[in-house]
């Protein structure tokens, strides 16, 4: 499975309580924190949910 690189670069404060627990839930819980994982479709959902947040890389 292809994996990702997910960076959060956009605060969390003042956004809907659903988007802060899609974020807390892949595991971004400070500004400019980064996380690989699978690119599963559930995880592509949360992404597509937070695009705004957050910046998307292929991992290497």
Excluded: C, F, W, Y
């Excluded at 974020?23 to 995880?43: F, H, I």
């Amino acid at each position: 499975m292809k994996k990702i690189k997910i960076t959060l670069v956009k605060s969390p404060i003042d956004r809907p309580e659903r988007q802060k627990l899609t974020l807390q839930a892949l595991g971004l819980n400070k500004t400019n924190a980064s996380k690989e994982v699978e690119a599963t479709p559930q995880v592509l959902g949360m992404v597509r949910k937070v695009t705004h947040l957050v910046k998307v890389e292929e991992a290497k």
